[in-house]
């Protein structure tokens, strides 16, 4: 079996509870059952040159971290990845900052992982790098005469060319793209983007095989939607620490339902849509009214971002609003909460709840409505309301879809669900958990493995 080199920004080593991101926590699954090396940032940050490798050994995966200095940390990670690449990549180009100081950052460090990197490698290795902080490292990697089998996959969307063109240096960006072998989308609507983007702004091509050529250089090119471990949530979620976590909900609510949702804090994510959609539910169907409460967690990321202090800010105002307008002296309508929880913890209160409200404004596929099926009661399941703009609602349609900016119809969907009869709730959760069984973390490592290997030996 060949050796697995997995490539990411952040390392989780071996506490996946302690990250809040849907990357850390996938891979660490993912590398367990093979003998692989991990490469990336430590999330230290140091005076001078950063870089020497510090390896270290779990089990039987290896981790190789290096740390960054100040100004690689503030140019590649807090701005081009943070303040360009993620706001455009989900289409919010009015908060993208271009700046080529940002890009000379990202340049440098991607050129550093590429060399550290090298050092570790061995012949027969498959390297497999994740997500828009590392695009050009493949290019770094054969500049400097590597020649193993490279694969790339996006974990946030590929926007479409009208909004990618804003960037002042998409083509070199996407160029960098076509070095790999493999390239993974979360959906096809990515993958139709980005083939898109080749033929118009390149004057590329794509074959039918999926192959997608440009300045002489042919990728593979396909969606790999992104999957949880589907049996380890369910298990999770009636376990004991779950019941416990669930019975301490169910007092305090008092019969009440309970409607949750649970996002790292972003402004992807629709907070203060959902906050909106919420505040019209309670207003137009005043019944509901002491009747439902609405747990909102969202731990903060990214905090160095104004983009993110901001967002903060927002909803702390959102959420104090609302429930001094609508609150009694037993009843507050939003419990918001900005700390972590463990996966236990997190599975038994998503079983807990009669809705999960998933509602971002752009997301590349969205673990956390997976999750919400997958620990939920076969007998009595939840409803799951679903953003039409999160690439999990072209997987999950038993969902209910909504647009996220219309926030008068989230709140008629919030009413509709919690109406539902038992009947179809069943039946749609035993929709969408056959597709979050089928199409599991290990399905989706073993057929992007897989399709990279075999490029890899025909190439
Ligand atoms: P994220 O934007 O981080 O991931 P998501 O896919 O929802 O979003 O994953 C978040 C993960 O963190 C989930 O596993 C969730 O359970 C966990 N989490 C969130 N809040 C938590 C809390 N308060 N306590 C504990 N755990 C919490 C990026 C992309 C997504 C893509 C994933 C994976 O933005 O679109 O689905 O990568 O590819």
């Not at 994740?130 to 790339?152: N, Q, S, T």
């Not at 039918?208 to 002489?216: E, M, P, Q, T």
């Not at 349609?397 to 996220?404: D, Q, R």
Request: aromatic share 10%; proline share 5%.
């Amino acid at each position: 079996m060949k050796r697995l080199v997995v490539v990411s920004n952040r390392v989780a080593s071996n506490e996946p509870k302690a990250s809040a991101g849907g990357l850390a926590v996938a891979l660490d699954a993912a590398l367990r059952e093979s003998e692989g090396l991990w490469f990336g940032w430590s999330g230290k940050v140091v005076d001078g040159i950063g870089g020497t490798p510090r390896i270290t050994r779990s089990g039987n995966v290896t981790f190789a971290t290096i740390d960054l200095e100040n100004q690689d940390f503030d140019d590649y990670y807090n701005g081009y990845g943070n303040r360009t690449l993620w706001p455009l990549f989900h289409y919010r180009a009015d908060l993208a900052v271009f700046d080529r100081r940002y890009y000379g950052g990202y340049h440098r460090v991607n050129a550093l992982f590429a060399q550290c990197l090298g050092q570790l490698l061995k012949p027969g290795d498959v390297i497999w790098v994740h997500d828009f902080h590392l695009i050009p490292l493949g290019e770094e990697l054969r500049k400097l005469g590597h020649k193993l089998p490279l694969g790339f996959f996006l974990h946030i969307p590929f926007p479409v060319p009208q909004i990618l063109t804003t960037l002042f240096n998409h083509k070199k960006l996407v160029r960098s793209l076509l070095v790999y072998d493999l390239i993974g989308f979360q959906t096809d609507s990515d993958l139709r983007a980005f083939e898109e983007y080749v033929r118009l702004e390149l004057g590329g091509s794509v074959d039918n095989r999926g192959v997608i050529s440009a300045y002489g250089m042919s990728v593979h090119a396909q969606a790999f939607p992104i999957g949880i471990d589907a049996q380890q949530i369910a298990n999770f979620a009636v376990s004991k620490q779950a019941q416990r976590q669930s019975e301490r909900m169910s007092k305090s609510l008092a019969g009440r339902d309970l409607i949750i949702g649970v996002d790292r804090l972003d402004y992807t994510k629709g907070l203060p849509e959902r906050l909106n959609a919420f505040e019209k539910f309670l207003s137009n169907f005043p019944d509901n009214r002491g009747r439902v409460t609405l747990l909102q967690i969202a731990p903060p990321s990214r905090s160095d971002v104004p983009e993110y202090v901001e967002i903060r800010h927002e909803l702390e105002t959102a959420s104090g609003h609302i429930n001094g307008r609508f609150s009694e002296f037993d009843w507050v309508p939003i419990r918001y909460i900005n700390k972590a929880y463990n996966r236990q913890a997190l599975a038994g209160l998503f079983r807990a709840s009669r809705i999960g409200l998933v509602t971002p404004l752009r997301d590349g596929m969205n673990l956390v409505a997976k999750e919400f099926v997958a620990a939920q009661n076969p007998e009595d399941p939840g409803v799951l309301i679903l953003s039409r703009f999160a690439g999990a609602a072209q997987q999950l349609v038993g969902a209910l879809i909504v647009n996220p900016h219309d926030t008068d119809d989230v709140a008629k969907y919030i009413e509709r669900a919690l109406l539902m009869p038992l009947d179809e709730r069943r039946e749609r959760w035993r929709d969408m958990m056959k597709s979050v069984s089928e199409n599991d973390l290990t399905a989706w490592r073993e057929n992007f493995v897989r399709t990279l290997t075999d490029i890899g030996a025909s190439g």
